[in-house]
Every structure is written in structure tokens, then in C-alpha cells.
């Protein structure tokens, strides 16, 4: 003989499951739904655009894209009136949203994001012009992910392309556990940014003398922008410049990276500040492998105070007011 429950008790039960069925919890913060992609149609969309098309403007709950394994060949852009978006794929080398465009940055980006609020997790960015160097086409701007909005993090994410690849353009942002691929200016833009434990890998080859990892372009002394990579790893091949000013003020430290022999030993370039060496902030601190030796830096390498590292290196640099606990 079964069991007979209370009627109470069943109701609470069914509220419970219909509940499950539109909205469940992830990280501690209520994703209200989610809007499955797959190529072979086992979703509710074939490609990401339309997902994203799907969401109603100004939305004010996180909605996630959960994007199935393929190589989805489409430009992809997050307008501005699309806030609180969680994109998460099947891991970075098995979703991957791939173009080929070259041209300006804004141009020529695979992926671009104008909104806050948003959060991508194992998910691959590709521009495939150029990639690696092997193309016959002449190297040129080939954007892989563009990032305008603000509270913007990413999570065993992959950035892959040669020239401009994550063109971090403006606004806080949070990498972590991330791959990015490329040779020139690669990580560039004018974002306050923290890199932790991301490999940045340089594919520098025989038809470049060398490559350049970061372009930051920190304008004035005011601006709270910056780079930071914490417990990073720079491989590869070729040989790259940690990075070149992109502006007067540009600011960029490795903390407790490790370089392998990839890194050029003067390490940095002025490039467009030559006259306001003085100005830059390019530092590096407590960073290990045969590339870290900087014995051979250029002599306007800044050496921070511990107040100054404990400022960049902390989470709040970019999180004072605790975005990040507020996302899925």
C-alpha cells in the first residue's frame, strides 16, 4: 500500500517543481532563464544572435544562453539595452564563435558587447583572419572579442586571433582562467581590467620581428584604468615586448607571473608617449621564469610601493561596490 501524502504537502511540492522549471540558482544569484542554442536544432535557436534578438530590452533579470558544442561561423553583438546576459558554452575549445573579418576594431570584431551586467563561462572567441600568421592576406586589425560595457566578467574563456585579438576597450572587467592568443597588441584598449591566472600565449613568427602583448591607453593621471595580470603564464613563440603605451599615462603590471623566454629583455615600448616615459606605469613585481629578469628593462620601468601594489592587485580595483558577488 503507497504512502499518502498530504495535500498541503503536494501542493508545496508541485509549487517547488514549476518553480525549477523557469528559474534556478547559479553561484547564488537567480538565473531566471534560460534559452538553449544548438546548431543541429536541438535548442531553441540555431545561432546565438537570434538567442540574444529573443531578449526583451532593458531585461532586468539574468537570463542565460546556453550554447551548445559546435563552431558557430556568425558576428555576434550584445547591444547596450541587453544588460544581464550569461553566455556559457561547453567548454572554450568546444564552443567557439568563430569570423573572419579584418578591418578597424569595431569593424572587424567576431564578438562585441555594449551592455553591463554580463558574464560569459567556457566559451570560445576566434577571429580566424590572419590567425597565426599563416594567411596571405596582409596583417590588419583583426578583432576576436570587442568589450565596451561595464561589470563585464569571463570565465575559462578563450581569445583567439593575431592582431588586436581582446581589444578591452572601456569599463571594469574580471578574466579569470582564461587563454588568449596572439601577436600583435593582443590585449589593447583602454579598459580597468584584472587577468588572473589566464595564459597568454604569443604566436609570433617569421614574418614579424617581434610582437607587442598589451596597448593599454590610459589617458590622463586621473583615469582608474588599467591592465592587471596576476599569477599569469606568457608562452609561445617568437619573441614580444610586454607592451607598448598606447597612451601618456598607460599603466600595466605582471604580479607573480611567470615569463618564459618569449619576453624581449628591455620588456617594454614606448611607442606613441616617447616623450612621457615618465608618466607610464609599467611594472612588474614578483614574477618568475627566464623572462622575468630585469636586469635589462628599460630604465623608465616604474618599481611600485606596496600601497600601490596592494591597490592594483587587490579585487577592489575593479569590484569596490561587489559587482561581481551580484552575477551568476
Known amino acids: 500500500m503507497g504512502v499518502v ?26 538565473v531566471a ?52 546576459i550569461l553566455l556559457e558554452g561547453s567548454g ?35 577571429n580566424g583572419y590572419n590567425c597565426h600568421g599563416h594567411s596571405s592576406h596582409p596583417i590588419k586589425q583583426a578583432v576576436a572579442a570587442l568589450i565596451y560595457g ?55 613568427n617569421s614574418s614579424l620581428a617581434c610582437g607587442y602583448l598589451t596597448a593599454q591607453g590610459r589617458l590622463q593621471p586621473t583615469d582608474s584604468n588599467g591592465f592587471v595580470f596576476k599569477y599569469c603564464n606568457i608562452t609561445g613563440t617568437g619573441k614580444v615586448y610586454l607592451g607598448r603605451a598606447w597612451g601618456p599615462f598607460a599603466r600595466v603590471l605582471f604580479y607573480q607571473t611567470f615569463m618564459s623566454d618569449v619576453v624581449i629583455p628591455v620588456g617594454w615600448d614606448a ?18 621564469g627566464p623572462g622575468s629578469n630585469l636586469s635589462g628593462r628599460v630604465t623608465w620601468e616604474k618599481s611600485l610601493t606596496k600601497a600601490e601594489l596592494d591597490q592594483l592587485t587587490s579585487m577592489s580595483f ?4 561587489g559587482w561581481i558577488e551580484q552575477q551568476p
Open 5 to 30: 501524502m498530504p495535500s498541503c504537502f503536494i501542493l508545496l511540492l508541485s509549487t517547488l517543481c514549476c518553480f525549477g522549471c523557469w528559474k534556478h540558482v547559479e553561484g547564488g544569484v537567480a
Open 33 to 84: 532563464k534560460t534559452i538553449v542554442v544548438d546548431l543541429n536544432g536541438r535548442g531553441n535557436f540555431k545561432s546565438i544572435q537570434a538567442a540574444i534578438d529573443s531578449i526583451p530590452a532593458n531585461n532586468s533579470q539574468w537570463i542565460r544562453i546556453k550554447v551548445n558544442s559546435g563552431i558557430y561561423m556568425e558576428k555576434v553583438t550584445i547591444p547596450m539595452d541587453k544588460p544581464f
Open 92 to 126: 572554450n575549445s568546444h564552443t567557439i564563435i568563430d569570423w573572419g573579418a579584418s578591418a578597424t576594431t569595431e569593424s572587424s570584431a567576431t564578438f562585441r558587447v555594449d551592455a553591463s551586467d554580463f558574464v560569459a563561462k567556457a566559451i570560445g572567441f576566434k
Open 150 to 204: 561595464d561589470k563585464l566578467s569571463f570565465y575559462d574563456c578563450s581569445f583567439i586571433g593575431f592582431q588586436d585579438t581582446l581589444f578591452d576597450d572601456s569599463g571594469r572587467h574580471y578574466f579569470k582562467n582564461c587563454y588568449i592568443e596572439g601577436a600583435i597588441d593582443f590585449i589593447s584598449g583602454y579598459g580597468q581590467s584584472i587577468y588572473e591566472s589566464c595564459r597568454l600565449n604569443v604566436v609570433v
Open 271 to 288: 611607442w606613441v608617449a616617447k616623450e612621457h616615459v615618465d608618466t607610464i606605469t609599467f611594472a612588474e613585481n614578483g614574477c618568475t
Open 318 to 321: 575593479i569590484n569596490s561596490d
